[in-house]
């Protein structure tokens, strides 16, 4: 993100100093005397002549680098097993029990998504269910909540699975 904001700053400022000279234009400005500045950043003094701008701006490289990647798994979808998928008999909010096992080798967090779908096949809703600090090869059960009000059949289904190594 910050080397976008700084090539876009860099295109801007650019753009600005060539929107400032006419190159159709050529000018030539009288030599004087020289002036002292007795201030840093006093204006010049009455006939001084203005200081001239280079006569090509640098060019900027067109493409900007890419961001790295954002951490995470993708390959974490078979860590999640969906074990159970509910409407809620006092609430009838949809929730779908899983069961994650770390496959990897490494102590993790997970973040899982599940959608529900009623039985016309609309997506009524979506749960979200969380672990953190998951050793591997440990296995926890856990449950995504959805909170809209649903009657009748449903089913579930894991979106997305996303695992982070723990610190």
Known sequence: MRRTTLAITAVSLAVLGL???DP???TSTPTGPAVEATT??????????APTLPAAVPTLPTAVPSLPAA????????DVELTSCDVDATLHWPSAQLKVTNR??????????VEFVDAAGTRIGEGLAATNNLAAGQAA???????VETKGKISCKVT????????
């Open 19 to 21: 929107a400032a000279c």
């Open 141 to 147: 059960t856990l449950k995504a909540q959805g909170a």
């Open 160 to 167: 997305n699975v996303t695992r982070y190594a723990s610190l």
């Open 40 to 49: 840093a950043g006093a204006p010049p003094a009455p006939g001084t002549p």
């Open 71 to 78: 951490p995470g798994n993708a390959d974490a979808t078979g």
């Open 24 to 26: 159709s234009t050529t």
């Open 104 to 113: 990897s080798s490494k102590s993790s967090n997970y973040m899982i998504q």
